[in-house]
């Protein structure tokens, strides 16, 4: 089974503090995305990569960067959080082409203070 | 905008009884994929459906593509209080991300 590992479930973090999110996949996948998931807006795309070192933004990727050193680690770097950041991160990954599906880790629930 | 909207937002039914969800989108798609996400957790992919198909079946899941109308929908018929949980739809747009709708919550009840 293919398996999206986040590290954390929960965090907890405060307004100013540098935050890693990270994601580790198993499959060998060449894609790797981070989504962010809030009430009535449901996923947005902050950043993707399709190769190590690779990476292209989403639609909201201000206030994030992210890091692919190696093919099955993803890290979502929020540079200075910010209340407005409190959300459900989710990661995923998937091969590349079309007509593949997405595989998601468990989520992320960030919350800013 | 989101390039995908759902609907109902909401969605609640007796188990038994069949639960329909729609989602639009705007722009061409490759393929079109039905996620399933139970509360506090990841989604959990349930079917694609490619843009030249118009009618898929998995089990007791019955999604339908309608490229013309630019829309599809998720059908699950004799629905059990397992069902309970929020679905989405998501757009190959062929920009290597899927794009999410905003997703349909169903409640079923025992």
């Known amino acids: 089974d293919v398996k999206v590992t986040q590290s954390s479930r929960y965090l907890v973090k405060r307004t100013g503090e540098k935050v890693f999110l990270e994601c580790v996949q198993d499959m060998d996948h060449e894609n790797m995305f981070w989504y962010r998931q809030d009430p009535g807006l449901g996923l947005r795309l902050i950043y993707f990569?399709?190769?190590?070192?690779?990476?292209e933004k989403g639609d909201i990727p201000e206030g994030y960067s992210v890091s692919r050193e190696k093919k099955e680690r993803f890290s979502l770097i929020l540079e200075s959080a910010s209340t407005n950041q409190t959300s459900m991160y989710l990661c995923?990954?998937?091969?590349?082409?079309?007509?593949?599906?997405?595989?998601f880790g468990q989520g992320t629930r960030l919350t800013v203070v | 905008s989101q390039q995908g909207e759902e609907d109902p937002q909401a969605l609640s039914i007796q188990e038994g009884e069949n639960a329909t969800m729609n989602c639009s989108y705007k722009t061409s798609i490759n393929n079109l994929q039905w996620y399933r996400q139970n509360s506090g957790r990841g989604l959990v992919h349930l079917i694609l459906?490619?843009?030249?198909?118009r009618e898929k079946h998995s089990g007791r899941l019955r999604v339908t593509l309608d490229t013309s109308k630019k829309s599809s929908s998720l059908l699950i018929t004799a629905s059990r209080a397992a069902d309970t949980a929020s679905y989405f739809c998501g757009m190959d747009t062929g920009r290597r991300a899927l794009t999410f709708g905003s997703g349909t919550r169903l409640q079923v009840q025992p």
């Open positions: 459906i490619r843009s030249n198909e």
């Open positions: 995923a990954s998937s091969y590349p082409g079309g007509n593949t599906e997405a595989f």
């Open positions: 990569s399709y190769d190590v070192k690779m990476k």
